[in-house]
């Protein structure tokens, strides 16, 4: 079946030390987003990818990197967590196509990473 | 700027029928979404409107108005395990996915 993988899903780091979480799709889709969800908040939007072009956010802080070395893989890299980064990781990917009435540019999620920071 | 609104929580009775409601302001509209997430889990994708209407799909149906810039998520015949969170996203005039911070169902037997 066609999917969107995260590894892992359950990720446990010291504070200040640097963590990369990987996302990958048999999608083929051409654009990757990665974001951030706190409990009971919206998924927020870090950054995303349509196809090897980067598109950062405005409010996304320099702790967060991201890699697309191909299609199908994408990673984020957190430089230095501070306590204020646990949370869940969405990795979500899109066809990038913008035929609105045939469906939209659904994303499709991946199960997520579940941070800790200690 | 951009903002959508939907209830913090919302409880029902298993097997009867609820009806989760979006409201939504954005710069422009390329559709809106449905998404189901349970707690610990992603988004799962339920359902896209972009033209006025309903539509449905097995126990969900999903309802559009544009002039009115107002959704709502139907569920009928609940189910426990439908208890998790609804989160309504529109898709911008940049193709953007803005996202509201979702209705918690609750379903109590």
């Known amino acids: 079946d066609a999917m969107v993988i995260q590894n892992p899903r359950y990720q446990v780091t010291q504070f200040g030390k640097p963590v990369t979480l990987s996302c990958s799709q048999t999608?083929?889709?051409?654009?990757m987003y990665w974001y951030q969800q706190k409990s009971s908040q919206a998924p927020k939007l870090l950054f995303h990818y349509y196809d090897k072009d980067f598109n950062n956010e405005a409010d996304t802080p320099d702790n967060f990197q991201s890699r697309r070395p191909n299609t199908s893989f994408c990673f984020l890299d957190i430089r230095s967590p501070g306590l204020g980064d646990a949370a869940m990781y969405l990795c979500a990917t899109s066809s990038g196509q913008e035929a609105s009435y045939l469906g939209g540019d659904t994303q499709y999620f991946g199960p997520g990473t579940r941070l800790t920071v200690l | 700027g951009q903002n959508i609104d939907q209830p913090t929580e919302m409880t029902a009775t298993e097997g009867a029928i609820v009806q989760i409601n979006c409201t939504y302001q954005?710069?422009?509209?390329?559709?809106l979404f449905w998404y189901q997430q349970h707690a610990g889990e992603a988004p799962t994708f339920l359902s896209y409107?972009?033209l006025d209407g309903l539509e449905e799909k097995g126990r969900f149906s999903s309802f559009l108005s544009r002039s009115k810039g107002y959704s709502y998520l139907l569920l009928k015949e609940l189910q426990m395990k439908d208890s998790a969170s609804y989160l309504c996203a529109v898709l911008d005039s940049n193709y953007q996915l803005i996202w509201g911070a979702g209705t918690k169902l609750i379903i109590k037997p």
């Open positions: 409107n972009v």
């Open positions: 999608l083929n889709h051409n654009v």
């Open positions: 954005t710069s422009g509209f390329n559709g």
